[in-house]
């Protein structure tokens, strides 16, 4: 395995930290992340050790307010910055590197709402999309009052962060992992009423979207995820004729950071459906 990193600037002028995990031989496709809120992409590495054997080369950037990039934490403009940030990492950075390869992109959590409303604007060259943690509504762990909070400060206090009130122990029964997420330093708990505002619409814009996607999808889930509700729903809506989604009995919001098992289920499942989409 080799790796890299490295920063691109946008027009915002805010510098962007990636990554990226590169097979030992000649890489045969590639595979984006797009990490969820609070976290980044140095999370992703359980991917990227499943994948390398397979010859795929994994690239992840921390989207702006998270990891290591610049930005105020976890606080966005617009939704649509998260797309463009994604858009100019896969065309200046990922691409370029890797000319003429098949590139498929994963999104978890906040990364598949980002993933959804990607592929509204850029799906085209895409060969295929898998969503993880992900659904076509809000899950009990969150509130409907946090929500249309969210909304109204989103607008008149954008800015004030408030806590997500989400107890760690949601992401996996795995202990190791838990205590890894809760004293991870780029970890946070908190979220950007304005942030929080445009997530929700980005979920409800993404579904839509999704209706008229008709690329290859891939969806899984853990039976036990508070953070999304609805999955076979947004799998049904999807405009895919090759479509697949996977439940994970006893698993929460990361089937990839689940106990070995289960994490070495999803994990397979992940790989097999990549390379049965190579051809």
């Known amino acids: 395995m080799k790796m890299k990193d490295g920063y691109f600037e946008r027009e915002r002028g805010k510098r962007q930290y990636w990554r990226a995990w590169l097979p030992d031989a000649e890489p045969a496709a590639v595979l984006i992340i797009n990490h969820g809120w609070a976290e980044h992409s140095g999370r992703y590495e359980n991917i990227a050790q499943a994948l390398l054997p397979a010859a795929f080369a994994i690239y992840a950037e921390d989207h702006q307010g998270h990891g290591q990039s ?19 990492f896969r065309k200046e950075i990922v691409e370029k590197e890797n000319p003429e390869l098949p590139v498929f992109m994963l999104g978890h959590s906040m990364g598949s709402i980002i993933t959804m409303n990607y592929l509204g604007r850029y799906a085209h060259g895409l060969k295929g999309v898998i969503l993880s943690g992900t659904g076509a509504g809000n ?16 607008i008149i206090l954008p800015k004030l962060t408030i806590d997500a009130g989400l107890d760690p122990q949601f992401i996996s029964h795995d202990k190791v992992t838990v205590e890894n997420y809760i004293n991870d330093p780029y970890r946070f708990s908190f979220i950007s009423a304005r942030l929080a505002a445009e997530m929700y619409r980005g979920l409800d814009s993404g579904v839509e979207i999704l209706k008229k996607v008709e690329i290859p999808l891939l969806i899984q889930y853990g039976q036990e995820d508070l953070s999304f509700s609805r999955q076979n729903e947004l799998y049904e809506l999807s405009g895919s004729k090759d479509k697949k989604i996977l439940a994970y009995e006893n698993a929460r919001h990361e089937v990839y ?23």
């Open 257 to 279: 950071n689940e106990i070995f098992e289960i994490r070495q289920k999803a994990l397979d499942d992940l790989k097999n459906w990549l390379n049965d989409h190579l051809d």
């Open 70 to 88: 610049a930005g105020k934490r976890a606080y966005i403009e617009k939704f649509a910055d998260f797309t463009e940030d994604i858009h100019f």
């Open 139 to 154: 899950g009990a762990a969150v509130s409907s009052f946090l929500i249309t909070l969210a909304k109204i400060l989103g």
